[in-house]
């Protein structure tokens, strides 16, 4: 009789991925509305052959030891995989993979959606209205930044940074990007996007847009230097991982009246609490980590775990290997 694979589900994830796992192994779903706590992740992986873990899990050196020599893969429902340490992964011959691709234009939309927010201070306009403050038309009343017309700096010109690009063009914006790596010339002249290093990147922006993975280069790269060499009146917004920016240094830049506004959707813990500094400032809108949370794009990426998962059971290359 051949033997199951035994895998462990951090959470539930679409049916489209369950159903699809549930089909070839015996699927232990974690299915609470929060993660394990870490002593019951390094508990219910011993012995696993394969793990579907969530940006939320730490795989690292001591959960591998925990899951022990049975593992052979680990997906992660997520493009990012700042959450797994790759190299031990590696050094013990455990596959890994990732969701690229499918979330892209998802999370490019809610990244411009921030912008737009942001920039014509939509969450405050929503407030003055539900708090009763609306008396008349008003020639100050709220004034924003203009989008059109503006400068797009895009630090990190990956698909999503690609795609924020492509938005920018559509509503007539200058686009500026940094990256480690330089796009091809036809990539630069279809989206419009000029390379410049990342200081100039920042000098001339009117607004900022992250898009690099969090790795140890970018931890922090947007701190209090790289703060005050933004343009006066400039829009920050990140939608890839919290820890590139330095938060502190960033509520700073807000009270100062240097920065205009700031549109998070990570931050650095997370959940950020009610009571953090950034919250009681009226320029920062911040969302909790939904920048691929369409009904869609989930699926899709439920899709893909599982395929990376399935293939990795059985020793095949993954279709999305990191
Ligand atoms: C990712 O995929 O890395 C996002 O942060 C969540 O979809």
Not at 39 to 68: I, K
Not at 184 to 201: G, I, K, Q, R
Not at 266 to 294: F, K, Q
Not at 295 to 311: P, Q
Request: one cysteine or more; aromatic letters at 4%.
């Amino acid at each position: 009789m051949s033997h199951r694979p035994h895998v462990f589900v951090t959470r539930r994830i679409p049916d489209a991925g369950l159903e699809a796992m549930r089909a070839a192994a015996d699927v232990d779903l974690w299915d609470e509305e929060l993660p394990p706590s870490r002593d019951v992740l390094l508990e219910r992986v011993r012995g696993v052959d394969g793990l579907l873990s969530l940006l939320t899990d730490r795989v690292d050196g001591e959960l591998l030891d925990s899951a022990g020599p049975s593992l052979k893969v680990v997906s992660n429902y997520a493009v990012g995989y700042d959450n797994i340490d790759v190299e031990a992964c590696r050094a013990l011959g455990v596959a890994v993979g990732n969701t690229p691709g499918v979330l892209t234009e998802t999370t490019a939309d809610l990244a411009f959606a921030l912008l737009m927010a942001v920039a014509r201070r939509l969450p405050e306009s929503y407030d003055f209205v539900r708090q009763d403050r609306w008396q008349t038309w008003g020639p100050l009343l709220l004034l924003g930044k203009d989008i059109h017309g503006a400068t797009l700096g895009i630090i990190g010109f990956g698909r999503i940074g690609r795609e924020m690009a492509r938005r920018a063009k559509g509503f007539g914006m200058r686009t500026l990007y940094y990256s480690r790596t330089r796009v091809p010339a036809e990539v630069e002249s279809e989206l419009d996007a000029t390379f410049m290093p990342l200081d100039e990147v920042l000098a001339q922006s009117d607004f900022i847009s992250l898009h690099t993975a969090l790795t140890e280069e970018t931890r922090h790269l947007i701190d209090a230097p790289a703060l005050a060499r933004m343009k006066q009146g400039a829009i920050l917004i990140n939608s890839s991982r919290g820890g590139v920016v330095d938060q502190a240094a960033l509520a700073d830049a807000l009270r100062s009246g240097h920065l205009f506004g700031a549109g998070l959707d990570v931050t650095d813990p997370e959940p950020m609490r009610a009571d953090d500094p950034l919250l009681s400032l009226p320029n920062c809108l911040v969302v909790p980590h939904i920048a691929s949370a369409s009904e869609r794009t989930r699926d899709r990426m439920a899709e893909k775990a599982a395929a990376n998962l399935l293939a990795g059971l059985v020793g095949e290359p993954l279709p999305d290997p990191v």
